[in-house]
């Protein structure tokens, strides 16, 4: 714990440096692009602050059940085309109930037949669930721990931190790869980020996204100041030499780092969330890909 404090000590450029060269040694110069299917939305039982989808807050987040086999093909096919590598369906609420995933299992099949991994996102989820998933072709499942034990009482009430380590359990055990990581911004401290790094170095998870809060009006966390954009990139730099080979992605609310990005994906990060996100929107694939080749970063094929 004291090796990880040190490192915040050092001066910014040296972190970012030491985080990008284990970036270039594991990943070469490639960036993972993946995307997200909002397929249901809204009327979530859940009570997490930040999230628009919620029954307990009024905003104006969109409502509807899991959307037809035929929408979802219709934007796989596009972001094929585009040069994502990766994609995911992703379900409000606290899980999938026998209905809806028997409704799934077709949709995840036809989307089998595509030359994009699949990965999902559907809440808590069990053993059985899991290995429903994995046999169409899901190879990982998002699940985020979201902030550190410690605080994430103060952003969620209707499950438990435990619900959701959990589910990353149930998932390894049924042979799928775990995406999971969390927001920065809820209100957290410095120590709860490197308890969350901590906690997701030792569920030894495959893929660690980073979101940034994107206040939403309605929310308890409407208006949660931001973090400071320097120690977003402290922080990332010190996730990537904790982590070492672990993917790193930035996901929602990256475009409030519009200002830096040259200098942010230089701080460990290997991956982006592409495209629009649940409920808000972030940069075109078309934009990410400009923007990353600019660079001179690579995206044409995954590792």
Known sequence: MDK????FELPL?????RADALRTKYFDNHFDLCSINNIKSGRCTEDCTFCSQSIHFKTS???????EDTAVMTMAKKLEKQGVHKHSLVSSGKDL????????????????????DLCASHGILSF????KLKNTGVKRYHHNLETSRRFYKEICSTHTYDDRINTIK?????GLEVCSGGIWGLGESRQDRIDMLLTLKEL?????????????????LEDQPPVDPIEIMKTLAVYRIVLEDVEIRLAGGRIKLEDHLEQVYRCGVNGILTGDYLTTTGF?????????HKLGYKTQAAI
């Not at 450029?13 to 440096?17: A, M, N, R, S, W």
């Not at 030894?204 to 308890?220: A, E, M, Y």
């Open 4 to 7: 990880i404090h040190k490192l």
């Open 13 to 17: 450029e040296e972190l970012i440096d």
């Open 61 to 67: 987040s969109p409502t509807y059940d899991l959307i």
């Open 97 to 116: 109930d026998a209905k809806d995933l028997d409704a799934l299992i077709p949709v995840y099949q036809n989307l089998s037949k595509t030359q994009l």
């Open 128 to 131: 059985d669930q899991a290995i």
């Open 170 to 174: 149930a998932c390894q055990d049924a």
């Open 204 to 220: 030894q998870v495959q893929s660690v996204p980073i979101n940034i809060l994107c206040p939403i009006d309605g929310t308890p």
């Open 284 to 292: 075109t694939v078309s934009k990410d890909l400009e923007i990353l």
